[in-house]
């Protein structure tokens, strides 16, 4: 542990030997030695003062005053070991937040399935579950197909047992070939009219994959993405569709 010295050293600052003076004189008497020398010990360990001040009892001034004297203050080596706490206590710290959204993640996800049970004998609800297992993201929430009957059924699907598609914020976005740069507007048009959407509300990329020639088909107009916002909501129809498809998953 630390001591506490009889006298002051050599070839010192004015300010040295005034906290010299001031912690044998005034902060260290018996009763208060203790105290110091613990300081002095926690410090030594790589301590911070605030962290210093919650197990030893005394003034912040007072703490600065005894570990400037034992030349404890932030030394290379303090700094070093008080950066390493920090990170550790920052991935600790992640790591607990990390928990706690997957806990309350998991039960919004139980609570939504509980509340559906009651729905997997409706022919419309099933088709929407299975049709997002087959053309869904599984990560964040999206359903894309290029046939607008299935489209128009998912959506359906979503405005009677998840949320009004209102409420939804559903996102439109039109993927085609370059080749048929000429066709947008009649392809954006097509989307719209089947969709009861405005032109404005489908945005379009185009698809990276190399095609030779135009595809001459004039039934075909691109594949169309629903985004739902929530990101949630894709994670809690793949696991409706877990329970659907085990339950005709037996053997024929």
Not at 10 to 20: F, K, P
Not at 104 to 119: A, D, Q, T, W, Y
Not at 161 to 171: C, F, H, I, N, T
Request: charged content about 25%; some cysteine; hydrophobic content about 40%.
């Amino acid at each position: 542990m630390g001591s506490i010295p009889t006298e002051p050293t050599a070839n010192i600052s004015n300010l040295d030997v005034y906290l010299y003076l001031m912690v044998n004189r005034r902060t260290v008497r018996s009763f208060n030695r203790q105290n110091f020398e613990r300081s002095v010990a926690l410090r030594k360990q790589g301590l911070s003062y605030s962290e210093i001040l919650k197990i030893v009892p005394i003034a912040k001034s007072t703490l600065q005053n005894w570990l400037t004297l034992s030349g404890l203050t932030l030394t290379k080596e303090h700094l070093e070991i008080q950066l390493k706490k920090r990170i550790e206590n920052k991935r600790v710290a992640t790591e607990s937040a990390k928990i706690t959204r997957d806990i309350r993640i998991n039960r919004e996800i139980n609570s939504f399935v509980k509340s559906c049970r009651g729905f997997l004998s409706e022919p419309l609800f099933v088709a929407g579950i299975v049709a997002y297992e087959a053309e869904g993201a599984k990560t964040g929430s999206k359903f894309s197909n290029s046939d607008y009957r299935l489209i128009k059924v998912f959506i359906n699907f979503l405005n009677k047992y998840v949320s009004p598609v209102q409420e939804l914020a559903l996102g439109y976005r039109v993927y085609i070939h370059e080749t048929r740069a000429t066709d947008l507007g009649r392809i954006k048009k097509y989307w719209a009219e089947k969709l009861f959407v405005s032109e404005s509300e489908i945005k379009q990329s185009w698809k990276k994959n190399i095609v030779k020639k135009r595809r001459m088909n004039p039934d075909y107009f691109g594949q169309l993405e629903i985004t739902i916002r929530s990101k949630l909501i894709g994670r809690k129809l793949l696991r409706l569709s877990d329970i659907i498809m085990e339950s005709y998953c037996g053997v024929v």
